[in-house]
């Protein structure tokens, strides 16, 4: 706090009235954070998930991981997009991992099949971190993922104890991108990488919301990529790749919505088990929005210098 105050003795502001704005800001992110809560929270969610794969066909006794992928990987392309991020990173079953923002667990649990890793995801939403485990538990993975219910902005890592960091469609609902570039470079090791997907301002006008991350512009905070860059470079984290996904999107969901109206409506396991009957009209916005160039699913990766 001494730089801070420093910088605002300047400005003729007291100890006191320094410690209520951070008090004050303190308040309003705890605020976001319980909206986040409540917009992603979904009453039973365990119990809708099982019913689903029964009527699915699936063995509730011996349930395979790739059961779980159409409601697991719950960001624009699902386990594809997981995969084409993924490909870019080298990794090695003895680095520690840590995912950010993971929701059902999906990426945690892709990561270790693939790569050996053990992973901690951490989520704010305290019904996700208890799916994500059962689901874990279920599927056999019990042993080599684990998560906890916490903040991006406080994650649960000793400095410099990780070696790679994912955050996949997490960031649209975190407003200070500096304060959330600085944390996971707290945690990251010298040589480690931070790999990111996340819905990003790529133009300018209004968004029409409902949007599967927000139900309104109150706690929406899509900003463009030169916000992530100049975070990462204010914690010292270095820009390694960046790419556009904005045609993989489309193609993506076009398919989608293709398959769905041929079937009559969504098969039993989907992403829509986790958007309460809106998962038509937030997806169609999101096209549109993407289509229109105002916003994009944007991949970047960052290195930690060391």
């Avoid at 968004?207 to 309104?216: G, H, I, K, M, Q």
Wanted: aromatic content about 8%.
């Amino acid at each position: 706090m001494g730089a801070v105050w420093h910088t605002a003795r300047e400005y003729g502001v007291n100890r006191g009235m320094l410690a209520n704005i951070e008090m004050l800001g303190d308040m309003a992110m705890e605020r976001t954070e319980d909206r986040v809560v409540a917009h992603y929270g979904v009453d039973g969610l365990m119990e809708r998930i099982e019913a689903a794969l029964v009527e699915a066909g699936a063995d509730l006794a011996a349930l395979m991981p790739a059961d779980l992928k159409p409601v697991d990987e719950f960001h624009t392309g699902g386990l594809q997009a997981t995969e084409d991020l993924l490909s870019q990173l080298e990794i090695s079953p003895e680095m520690a991992v840590l995912d950010i923002g993971s929701g059902l667990g999906g990426t945690a649990r892709f990561l270790t099949q693939r790569f050996g890793v053990r992973v901690t995801g951490v989520d704010l939403t305290p019904e996700f971190v208890d799916v994500a485990t059962r689901l874990s538990a279920a599927v056999g993975l019990q042993e080599a993922v684990r998560f906890e219910t916490g903040s991006a902005l406080d994650l649960p890592a000793a400095s410099g104890s990780i070696d790679l960091e994912t955050m996949l469609h997490v960031g649209m609902n975190i407003e200070d991108k500096a304060a959330l570039m600085a944390e996971v470079a707290r945690v990251l090791a010298p040589g480690g990488r931070f790999a990111v997907f996340d819905v990003m301002r790529t133009g300018e006008g209004a968004l029409e919301f409902p949007y599967p991350w927000a139900e309104e512009a109150g706690f929406s905070f899509v900003a463009p990529p030169e916000d992530y860059l100049a975070g990462a470079e204010a914690a010292g984290l270095l820009p390694v790749a960046q790419r556009d996904r904005s045609e993989f999107a489309l193609s993506f969901y076009r398919n989608v919505f293709a398959k769905t109206k041929e079937m009559g409506g969504p098969p039993p396991v989907g992403l829509h088990l986790l958007m309460r009957g809106t998962a038509g009209p937030k997806l169609q916005n999101y096209m549109r929005s993407v289509e229109a160039g105002l916003i994009a699913p944007c991949e970047m990766i960052f290195a930690k210098p060391g």
